[in-house]
Antibody, heavy 124, light 112 residues
Framework: QVQLVESGGGVVQPGRSLRLSCAAS????????MHWVRQAPGKGLEWVAL????????YYADSVKGRFTISRDNSKNTLYLQMNSLRAEDTAVYYC?????????????????WGQGTMVTVSS | QSALTQPASVSGSPGQSITISCSGT?????????VSWYQQHPGKAPKLMIY???HRPSGVSNRFSGSKSGNTASLTISGLQAEDEADYYC????????????FGGGTKLTVL
């Protein structure tokens, strides 16, 4: 079945880096835009980043621009989020989510499949 | 980008109908037909319930419906059931500068 499985979360000190992964299965990964969405403890959802189906376009929320990098390896059906210069306010559950629109590249979209999330805690 | 505005909580009895509002601006909700709604049970991942304002994904009950008027979108749940108790989030696509997706703050639905 269609599935997204995140990994790579953990506890990290402020200023350090972490890389999250999201393994996709059950659909043609290379034909859909992919997103990262996060949720701080007890708080709402926040969109983080989008990468187009072919990796040619990337967009970020202002809160992470210049610190986070989204990427994908379509040969491995895997999405990544490289997080640098981490701050306490980056503490959250990070979800990867599949875009609903075929060949999504920054066009209007919704998030139709979500992973179970991976927790990132930034603390000294 | 500011979050969309949702009521913090709503409640209803089994069998009743409730509506959750989601207020934005002409740059997001008012200017986009890509408003979506998500249901999230405690400790679980969000689930897509409505996309493009009023479309239901396959498998979502027809008790869930969506609409939009001006800068405000709405999610209506009819025939409330105990399992509908969850947090609900609206989301809108916005292209005011670069492509961006903004969420509402979330609404806790309590089934009395």
């Amino acid at each position: 079945q269609v599935q997204l499985v995140e990994s790579g979360g953990g506890v990290v000190q402020p200023g350090r880096s972490l890389r999250l992964s999201c393994a996709a299965s059950g659909f043609t990964f290379s034909t859909y835009g992919m997103h990262w969405v996060r949720q701080a403890p007890g708080k709402g959802l926040e969109w983080v980043a989008l990468i187009s189906y072919d990796g040619s376009a990337k967009y970020y929320a202002d809160s992470v621009k210049g610190r986070f990098t989204i990427s994908r390896d379509n040969s491995k059906n895997t999405l990544y989020l490289q997080m640098n210069s981490l701050r306490a306010e980056d503490t959250a559950v990070y979800y990867c989510a599949k875009g609903l629109t075929l060949y999504g590249s920054g066009s209007p979209d919704a998030f139709d499949i979500w992973g179970q999330g991976t927790m990132v805690t930034v603390s000294s | 980008q500011s979050a969309l505005t949702q009521p913090a909580s709503v409640s209803g009895s089994p069998g009743q109908s409730i509506t959750i509002s989601c207020s934005g601006t002409s740059s997001d909700v008012g200017g986009s037909n890509y408003v979506s709604w998500y249901q999230q049970h405690p400790g679980k991942a969000p689930k897509l319930m409505i996309y493009e304002v009023s479309h239901r994904p396959s498998g979502v009950s027809n008790r869930f419906s969506g609409s939009k008027s001006g800068n405000t979108a709405s999610l209506t749940i009819s025939g409330l059931q105990a399992e509908d108790e969850a947090d609900y989030y609206c989301n809108s696509y916005t292209s005011s500068s670069t492509p961006n997706w903004v969420f509402g703050g979330g609404t806790k639905l309590t089934v009395l």
